[in-house]
């Protein structure tokens, strides 16, 4: 009963926003924004809301590690599902992160248009490296304009049972090449669960999205800093979810 409440609560939240960017956005490009900041900001906070009073489903965000982040910063991160989207923009208050994603994701409702209209990077899935690595420079060169912080997912590609898949550095080395700011590395932990309509429905129940901020880094000034950064990234990551998988089930410690 609770599960079908709770879908159609998401298709109240969601739809009529969606059909609304469907329609607006090879229309008028200030129309567009509009639209994404409100499901950014407004429908991903309802969406939050109802998964904690019908599912008892927790956005657990340490705010301790947000105290410490420079104004401007990449962020480092694991990927478990397309939920960790919503959740960084929720963590970072949804209007300033900005994503490297894979343009496969322009094919999802909504995501994908939401994505090209905030002006997020979509990187080519096909093609050559060096198209892939433009991108990212013309990204860059569009954050450090309006003040913004990238996030970055160095495993390239969602983690479908949870564990912690090889990093690689191409695109955050560009990135750091494009910008010359700090790295802040966050580890998330919940998203391999519900990364697919059975698993949202099986293990939403009590269930919990974690994000934290583990360290900041100053921007790296070569290439060795770049790998140092990279390796113990990995590792801080792997620490902090060893850490939450061996809490009680039902804890609300982040």
């Not at 990238?150 to 191409?170: C, H, M, W």
């Not at 000034?221 to 620490?239: A, G, M, V």
Request: one cysteine or more.
């Amino acid at each position: 009963m609770f599960s079908l409440i709770t879908l159609l609560c998401f298709c109240g939240i969601l739809l009529p926003p969606t059909l609304l960017l469907c329609l607006v956005y090879p229309l008028n490009r200030r129309a567009a924004i509009a639209v994404s900041n409100y499901i950014t900001c407004i429908c991903a906070r309802k969406v939050f809301a109802v998964l904690k009073m019908y599912r008892q489903f927790n956005f657990l965000g340490d705010k301790e590690g947000l105290k410490n982040l420079p104004d401007q910063f990449i962020v480092i991160s694991n990927h478990q599902s397309l939920f960790d989207i919503v959740v960084y923009l929720k963590y970072f208050g949804g209007l300033k992160a900005r994503f490297v994603a894979k343009d496969n994701l322009a094919k999802v409702p909504m995501v994908g248009k939401m994505l090209k209209s905030q002006q997020h990077c979509m990187i080519p899935r096909k093609g050559s490296p060096s198209v892939a690595m433009k991108s990212i420079d013309r990204f860059g060169v569009s954050i450090m304009g309006k003040r913004q912080y990238p996030v970055i997912f160095p495993e390239g590609t969602r983690s479908k049972d949870g564990n912690l898949n090889q990093f690689y550095s191409a695109g955050f080395r560009r990135l750091v090449a494009a910008t010359k700011l700090p790295v802040a590395v966050c580890a998330l932990d919940g998203g391999w669960k519900i990364s697919n309509l059975d698993s949202i429905m099986k293990n939403l129940r009590r269930g919990a999205y974690r994000v934290k901020v583990l360290k900041v880094y100053d921007a790296p000034k070569d290439k060795e800093e770049e790998k140092k950064i990279l390796e113990e990234s990995r590792d801080l990551i792997q620490n902090q979810l060893d850490a939450w998988r061996k809490l009680p089930e039902n804890s609300l410690e982040v």
